[in-house]
């Protein structure tokens, strides 16, 4: 039999050889030479649909390839991610990641995803917003204790729409923390959840400001309390939950670009060049000083930190919390 330390090495030099060979050296150098498919595991119109289009145009123009989006939503962005993970890490699969999908999606259903953190490496940062409370805008309350004092007249028949696993988060640890019966309604999508808030359909819903901003300018919803550390500098008037008397409730959602595991270092340095010079000006700064949100610059080891922090800090949240995802 031959020995398998043999075997090993064998194919220890022949992955170096494949490395090595010119056709792939010329492969990682002449990045990207055929169209790149943009994986976005939500609804066209939510916000990381939104900032996927922008970055899509972007990378067109500066990496002269045709970046294609394709919309993959359904279990709080895991059908998306399953697909990416799946695919060949050569740069030209990629997904518009974010802190549902990449991060809560891991404390809420523990190796029942599909994929795992290791499936991934993150590409670049994109932006980070405050999550916010939307209530209609003909709705009378003027602040979340209006809104708790008619949930507890009325246990049971408040709604609060959540789209996607951060906002689901926000929806039980709000009913936990202000000791009320509502029910939470899942929609695939924080766009969704936020046409059916405007359509009277809902009670209030949380979503991020970049989804709800369209809904805001045509004055059918409004914010009731922003989720943030401190006021969104868009919407000053909001004041925080810590200020209406909710200490320590807080969330941010992100988004942010990810390859399968394994994309050749060349490639994704390529990528976070161009994603960084797209994300720190441009059509992005725009959306971000309209949405109040924030640029994720950052290198590779800086995009790997990142996210093995938020990874961490959400399981510990969620474990904490007691919320469930079937909740």
Known sequence: MRNPSF?????GLIALCALSHPWVAHAQTNYPEKPITLVV???PGSGSDIVARIIAK???ESMKATVVIENKPGANGAVGAQAV????????????????????????FPGKLGYEPSSFDMVAGLGASDVSMYIQSGQPWKNIQDLIAEAKKNPGKLSCGSGNAVTQVACEYFKRRAGIDVVT??????????????????????????????FVASTKVRALASAGVKRNSVAPE????????LKDFEFTAW?????????????????NAAINRLSDGGE????????????MVMDLAGAKRFVNREISSWKKYVEETGVKADQ
Do not use: H, W
């Open 284 to 295: 992005m700064a725009q959306l971000r000083s309209k949405a109040g949100s924030t640029a």
């Open 238 to 245: 909001v004041s925080t939950f810590a200020e209406q008397g």
């Open 85 to 108: 993970a799946r695919a060949k890490p050569d740069g030209y699969t990629l997904l518009l990641g974010s802190a549902t999908a990449n991060a809560v999606n891991y404390a809420f």
């Open 41 to 43: 595991p939500f609804t």
């Open 185 to 214: 309604v899942p929609y695939k999508s924080n766009s969704q959840s936020l046409t059916d808030l405007a359509g009277a359909q809902l009670a209030f819903a949380f979503s991020d400001s970049t989804a709800a901003q369209a």
């Open 7 to 11: 075997r090993t090495c064998a194919f």
């Open 255 to 271: 988004t942010a670009v990810f390859a399968p595991a394994g994309i050749p270092v060349p490639v994704a340095e390529k990528l």
């Open 58 to 60: 972007g990378l067109t």
